[in-house]
């Protein structure tokens, strides 16, 4: 069975005091992994898909990468706004399924 | 380019009755994907529709059912309520993967929230 694990569940951080959250996933026949930032009552905002293990993606302070059983999002000096919960989901054939998410807070 | 859209925004049933979300996809896309997301949990998958037709769907029971219209818009209906229905209720779309198996990207609407008394 699919299953997707995020860690820490809840992170807080300075302003500017960089750090890495995790998804570690096992699923078979993987097609990609997504990473998702969600505010609270709202629907998640799409950030990156990671196809095959050894790809990175970045946008502004974040930074995705995958290996073949996890996936870190490295998060660099980051700032209040950035706080959110992030979300790993794995796609394979017909199915979707999302971790439970790092609550991220950021102190000025 | 128009997002994702859902509505209602809140909705309140009582045990027993039955609901009907609607979704809206981004236009230039095909498929919907329903998602039900209960408080500090990540999204459940529901269902997927592509061309009208279930293409994928979660554990969840019969008494979840879907629609998808000719322009691709969705409903999702839950008959016989039950308080764990209570939660976040996303609607999802994104372009059909095709056979390819290539991953696609999902946008997500901001969500119908559900309660159940």
């Known amino acids: 069975e699919d299953q997707v694990t995020q860690s820490p569940e809840a992170l807080r951080l300075q302003e500017g005091e960089s750090s890495s959250l995790n998804c570690s996933y096992t699923?078979?026949?993987?097609?990609?992994l997504f990473w998702y930032r969600q505010d609270p009552g709202k629907g998640p905002e799409f950030l990156f898909t990671?196809?095959?293990a050894g790809e990175e993606k970045e946008k502004e302070r974040l930074k995705a990468t995958l290996t073949k059983k996890e996936s870190f999002l490295h998060i660099t000096a980051p700032k209040p706004e950035d706080s959110a919960t992030y979300l790993c989901a794995v796609q394979a054939p017909e199915r979707v399924r999302f971790g439970a998410g790092t609550r991220l807070t950021v102190k000025p | 380019e128009t997002g994702v859209t859902q509505s209602p925004t809140h909705l309140i049933k009582t045990r027993g009755q039955q609901v009907t979300l609607r979704c809206s996809s981004q236009s230039g896309h095909n498929t919907v994907s329903w998602y039900q997301q209960a408080l500090g949990q990540g999204p459940q998958f529901i269902f997927q529709?592509?061309?009208?037709?279930?293409?994928g769907r979660g554990n969840f029971p019969p008494r979840f059912s879907g629609l998808q219209f000719p322009n691709y818009s969705s409903e999702l209906n839950v008959n016989a309520l039950e308080l764990d229905d209570s939660a976040l209720y996303l609607c999802?779309?994104?372009?059909?993967?095709?056979?390819?198996?290539?991953?696609?990207?999902?946008?997500f609407g901001p969500g119908t929230r559900l309660t159940v008394t």
């Open positions: 699923v078979s026949g993987l097609r990609g």
């Open positions: 529709y592509y061309r009208e037709e279930e293409n």
């Open positions: 990671l196809y095959s």
């Open positions: 999802a779309s994104s372009s059909f993967p095709g056979l390819a198996g290539d991953p696609y990207e999902q946008y």
